[in-house]
């Protein structure tokens, strides 16, 4: 198994590389959580660039707060970017198992099933944690200096499609579960992440519309 542990101690050129590489990771969850990542970066773009500025000085005290908010949910994130290639690494792992007896049959389909549900609630949490920072750009969008408000419409539009993404994992996973309660769970948190997803970035780009125009 290679380690993935440190994955933001490379460069970014080499995160491109490996995600380049015939290595089954970083890859889709990973990839999906770190275009949420740079979505959120550039919310904390516009904070750093509203706070001191003319005009804004009202807004100075939530904005800090903001920033600290939206720094604490990157910091966040990049864990559970590494956490995904990780728990995805010990799902392929699971396929070397011994399957040649009925108990090691047994085993296998236990270990395989308890790894693939780990494998598909970990983009759920990372869904979980976009949406925590979506809600956060969302307020940038009301309060951010106006001139870099396009760069929210972009970290919105980032934010929006790496849950996409992510729900495109959750959704080729879900095909194998085969435990009823843990399947219907997930569909629940899929239908709900998907749905409020889509609410905030409509939110989020009708607040840029107005303000810039």
Known sequence: MENYEGLFENTFSDVIKMACSKSRAPGAGSVSAMVAILGGSLGAMVANLTLGKPGYKEWEPEM??????IE???DKLKVLSETDIMVYEMFLETKKLPRETKKEQTRY???YQANLIKATYVPI???????????????????????VLSDVAVASILLEAAIRALMQVVEANLAGITGRKELAALKIGRTYLTGVCQNLLQETLSV?????H
């Open 109 to 111: 389909e236990t270990v």
């Open 125 to 147: 949490r990372i869904c979980n944690r976009i949406v925590s920072l979506f809600k956060l750009i969302r307020r940038v969008a009301f309060i951010g200096n106006i001139k």
């Open 72 to 74: 604490d949910r990157i």
């Open 208 to 212: 840029v519309a107005q303000r810039c």
């Open 64 to 69: 800090e707060n903001l920033l600290k908010e």
